[in-house]
Each structure stands twice: as structure tokens, then as C-alpha cells.
């Protein structure tokens, strides 16, 4: 089955080059923005340039509903014949979220609490964006749920950089 794989920025390169990914997720401050990768067509590339807050911060572009809607977009554009490499800068917050949210767009009757169970089971790492998650829940009309999965999943490890991951997309 082909997979999300989620890392963090230093280590793009290396997975473009072992994993072949067809399609690429970028979640970086609009001053941290990367060009598209050698082996990723441009067209290919989702940029999303935002920071990592959970709220609307001065001066910091907080994720949004445009940011949620281009993600889910772009997720539709995948056919899944190869993976789709999602990354931020730490492979924890914004990259998981996107993850989370794919995974449970792509499996509308999925129990919302077990894809959670499931990420966390891929990652002890990750910490979910909360912003996000909510922000998606809101548009894919999941009630909270959503909200409540990634809230009630037990407390990360703390790391200053994940470990890549893979993460399954269908439940």
C-alpha cells in the first residue's frame, strides 16, 4: 500500500531520492519557503507558507481555512500509485496535521479517534497542529470529532526534530 511518509525539512532530499514520491507537501514560513526538489515536478509541489501557531500571532501567518482548502485540493490530485511526502520544519506539528487531515478525507466513514490512535501509534513524536485539525474539521463538516481524536491522543515525546514516519492513508 502506498503511504504518507511526514519528516522534517533537512531530511526532504534524502527521502525524494530513496522514496521517489510523486507529490510533495511543504509547510514552512513564507520566509523558510524551499524550491521544489530535484525528482518533484513543480506542479507537483504544494508550498504553504505558514508558521506553527495554534492562533493568530502579530506579525506570523497563521494557518487558515485557504490553507486547509489547498491542502484537501491538492490531496485529491494524488492517485496514490506513489507516496506523497509531507514535511515542516521539525516533522511534528503542521506536516502531521496535513497527514491526519488527508487520511481522514480520504476515508469518510473512518473513525476519526483511530486514525488519531493511528498516527500516534506511526509517531511518538507528533503534536498535531491544532488550528488545523480544527479548521478542517469545521470544512469537512466531522463536528468535533476531529478535534476531540487529536486532543484526546496521548501526550507526545518531546524531540526537537522527528524521525521520518509512514502513515497509512486508508482505515
Given at each position: 500500500?502506498?503511504t ?13 531520492a ?13 520566509e ?8 518533484i ?10 508558521n ?15 490553507t ?34 488527508l ?6 466513514h ?11 501509534a ?28 487529536v ?11 522527528n ?9
Open positions: 500500500m502506498t504518507l511518509i511526514v519528516c522534517p525539512l533537512r531530511l526532504v532530499p534524502q527521502i525524494v530513496n522514496r521517489s514520491p510523486s507529490h510533495l507537501i511543504t509547510l514552512l514560513g513564507p523558510e519557503m524551499i524550491e521544489t526538489p530535484a525528482g515536478e513543480a506542479e507537483r509541489h504544494l508550498k504553504l507558507g505558514i506553527d501557531i495554534d492562533e493568530v500571532v502579530e506579525g506570523m501567518v497563521a494557518p487558515s481555512e485557504e486547509v482548502a489547498n491542502l484537501l485540493a491538492f490531496g485529491k490530485t494524488w492517485d496514490a500509485t506513489a507516496p506523497l511526502l509531507i514535511h515542516c520544519w521539525a516533522g511534528i506539528s503542521r506536516s502531521s496535521a496535513s497527514a491526519y487531515i487520511a481522514v478525507e480520504r476515508n469518510p473512518a473513525d476519526e479517534a483511530a486514525v488519531a490512535r493511528a498516527l500516534r506511526a509517531s511518538p513524536y507528533v503534536q498535531p497542529n491544532r488550528r488545523m485539525i480544527a479548521l478542517a474539521d469545521d470544512i469537512m463538516g466531522r463536528q468535533g470529532r476531529m478535534v476531540d481524536a486532543a484526546a491522543m496521548t501526550p507526545n515525546q518531546i524531540t526537537y526534530e524521525v521520518p514516519f509512514e502513515f497509512s492513508h486508508r482505515y
